[in-house]
């Protein structure tokens, strides 16, 4: 199993401010339950913004990141 995290969070209190530092993170499993952090450029992905939630198709070849404020991103496995 492989992982895509994503994040971003715009809406925080004012003491704390914005939490804007991530582009995505892909983490390559190892099928042991172990996982290995692959380089963003090496991933192909680059996400700006505030990604709120990840879907993927019921064909499982795409994945959806939808994104607050901004279109959604459409990624090909």
Known sequence: MDVL???NEYGSDVDSGRQDASFGCFLKGDG???F???LNKKA???LKGNARKISVTN???QILIWMNESPSIILKK
């Open 5 to 7: 995290m994503v994040g």
């Open 32 to 34: 042991k339950g172990g």
């Open 36 to 38: 290995k952090a692959v």
């Open 44 to 46: 192909g992905i680059q």
């Open 59 to 61: 064909s499982g070849s």
